[in-house]
C-alpha cells in the first residue's frame, strides 16, 4: 500500500536536547512538507522541499532543521533552540510539478506528538 | 496578502440534518481551493478541491463546496450528517501568483460534532 508513515507516533524531549522525526513516504512524490499544528490553530508550514537536496523555509523555520538527502525521506529535526516545540507534528507529499505545490493535493502521514519534560 | 476565515470554530448538529461549515477567503489572485478531514490523532485527508474549473464540486463522502467568487466564499456543505462526520475540518487557499509553497494557507479549523 503507498502511503506516509511517521514515526514515532509520541516523542518527548527534554531540555536542551535535540530530536529527529521521521517522514517516509512510497508515493514516489517529489514534494514535501512537514506542517506544526497547535490547538485551536490551523497547520502552519515549517519547511518543504521540491526535489531531492533542494528544500525551502516555511513560515516558522526556527529552531528546525531538515535534510532531504533520498526522495522518499524527509526528516524533521527539533533543535534545543525551538523553545516551545510542544505541538503536533504532521508531514505531507504531493506529486511536484512544474506548476509548483499550489494545485496539488497533499497527502499526510498520521503524524507525531512531540511532548517536552 | 492571501488569508481564509473559518467563521466558526464549532458546529453541532443532529444525525441526518444539514451539515454547512463556512468558509472565506481573500486572494489576489483566482486561488485554490481545498477542504480537508482530520479525525482525532490523525492526519488530514482531501475531502475536496477547486482549480477554476465547475464551481459546484462534488467531494467524498457525500460533500460539496461551492465556490462563489463575488462573495469569496467556499462554504462545505452535506445533505445528512452521519456520526462518522465527526471530525476536525480545514479550509485551505492557496495563491498561484508564486511558486512558494508557503503561499499555501491553512484556515483554523472547524470542529464538527454530530448528537444522536
Known amino acids: 500500500d503507498g502511503g506516509i508513515t511517521q514515526s514515532p507516533k509520541y516523542l518527548f524531549r527534554k531540555e536542551g536536547q535535540n530530536v529527529t522525526l521521521s517522514c517516509e513516504q512510497n508515493l514516489n512524490h517529489d514534494a514535501m512538507y512537514w506542517y506544526r499544528q497547535d490547538p485551536g490553530q490551523g497547520l502552519r508550514l515549517i519547511y518543504y522541499s521540491q526535489i531531492v537536496n533542494d528544500f525551502q523555509k516555511g513560515d516558522i523555520a526556527e529552531g528546525y532543521s531538515v535534510s532531504r538527502e533520498k526522495k522518499e525521506s524527509f526528516p524533521l529535526t527539533v533543535t534545543s533552540a525551538q523553545k516551545n516545540p510542544t505541538a503536533f507534528y504532521l508531514c505531507?507529499?504531493?506529486?511536484?510539478?512544474?506548476?509548483?505545490?499550489?494545485?496539488?493535493?497533499?497527502?499526510f502521514g498520521p503524524g507525531t506528538r512531540l511532548l517536552v519534560l | 496578502a492571501q488569508s481564509v476565515t473559518q467563521l466558526d470554530s464549532h458546529v453541532s448538529v443532529s444525525e441526518g440534518t444539514p451539515v454547512l461549515l463556512r468558509c472565506n477567503y481573500s486572494?489576489?489572485?483566482?486561488?485554490?481551493l481545498f477542504w480537508y478531514v482530520q479525525h482525532p490523532n490523525k492526519g488530514l485527508q482531501l475531502l475536496l478541491k477547486y482549480t477554476s474549473a465547475a464551481t459546484l464540486v462534488k467531494g467524498i463522502n457525500g460533500f460539496e463546496a461551492e465556490f462563489k467568487k463575488s462573495e469569496t466564499s467556499f462554504h462545505l456543505t452535506k445533505p445528512s450528517a452521519h456520526m462518522s462526520d465527526a471530525a476536525e475540518y480545514f479550509c485551505v487557499v492557496s495563491d498561484p501568483g508564486g511558486s512558494s509553497a508557503s503561499k499555501i494557507i491553512f484556515g483554523s479549523g472547524t470542529r464538527l460534532s454530530i448528537r444522536p
Open positions: 486572494s489576489s489572485y483566482s486561488p485554490s
Open positions: 505531507a507529499s504531493s506529486i511536484g510539478t512544474s506548476g509548483g505545490p499550489m494545485w496539488e493535493t497533499q497527502y
